[in-house]
């Protein structure tokens, strides 16, 4: 399993941006689909964005197109969220996920999960 570790979260105003980074460990991050979720106070995690072991092809939920951009750096062994104009809805902890499959991702599940980190968005 890959170790994950988030950073990059914090309180912003409605229509900032933040960008959110994932350093996970090992030698084998390249073989890993890459993926954000959140979890909102009272609601289940969620799945927000993936991308795949090249980084070629990416997946986001609609509440997020348009505004939200997942990239990743093999090189550094980091994945990244790209998050702009924030909304209070979007308040969360974020959570970096790293599987073998972006199918199991978009249904929930991931082989390895980040501690998280939380990000406030105030109107």
């Known amino acids: 399993q890959a170790q994950l570790v988030e950073s990059g979260g914090g309180l912003v105003q409605a229509g900032a941006s933040l960008r959110l980074s994932c350093a996970a460990s090992?030698?084998?991050?390249?073989?890993?689909?890459m993926g954000w979720f959140r979890q909102a106070p009272g609601r289940e995690r969620e799945f927000v964005a993936g991308?795949?072991?090249?980084?070629?092809?990416?997946y986001s939920v609609d509440s997020v197109k348009g505004r939200f951009t997942i990239s990743r750096d093999n090189a550094k062994n980091t994945v990244y969220l790209q998050m702009n104009s924030l909304k209070p809805e979007d308040t969360a902890v974020y959570y970096c996920?790293?599987?073998?499959?972006?199918?199991?991702?978009?249904?929930?599940?991931?082989?390895?999960w980040g501690q998280g980190t939380q990000v406030t968005v105030s109107s």
């Open positions: 996920a790293a599987d073998r499959s972006i199918y199991a991702m978009r249904d929930g599940r991931s082989e390895s």
């Open positions: 090992g030698r084998t991050f390249s073989s890993y689909v």
């Open positions: 991308i795949s072991f090249s980084g070629f092809s990416t």
